[in-house]
């Protein structure tokens, strides 16, 4: 019983997050650029093969381009997110820590914020990650 436990608190921690995403918040930069822009930010969100730190790089330097109220929107919007994001990996760690997941749990966080992988490496590790539950 107590190994099913463990495996479905595996399972739901894979479930919970799409953790080998990590949140570059191009959509949100999309949707209040201009068009030329935003024809480039939606080819940056489809670049799989290309670091992490290269897309937020370009994503950045088009953020720049923008006027400066809308950087700041942007910005507001963005720390919004970012704090909303923090609080929900805290809970889920802490949920974490009292199943017993907390290892997998934050080496899944390390593959996430590990900017100078791809898209398509990250999303291969999170698969090797999830290999090693069976």
Not at 50 to 70: D, F, G, N, W
Request: hydrophobic letters at 45%.
């Amino acid at each position: 019983m107590k190994c099913f436990l463990l495996v479905v608190s595996l399972i739901v921690l894979l479930s919970e997050l799409s953790l080998a995403e990590y949140p570059l918040y191009i959509d949100e930069l999309a949707d209040i650029v201009n068009w030329e822009d935003e024809r480039i930010l939606e080819q940056l969100e489809d670049d799989v093969y290309t670091p992490r730190y290269e897309l937020l790089a370009s994503v950045k330097e088009i953020l720049e381009r923008q006027h400066p109220a809308l950087q700041a929107a942007y910005k507001a919007l963005i720390t919004n997110m970012e704090n909303t994001r923090a609080a929900r990996v805290a809970h889920m760690l802490r949920q974490h820590e009292m199943r017993g997941t907390s290892d997998l749990f934050r080496r899944i966080l390390d593959v996430q914020g590990d900017l100078r992988l791809s898209q398509s490496d990250a999303k291969k590790l999170m698969r090797d990650l999830k290999r090693m539950l069976y």
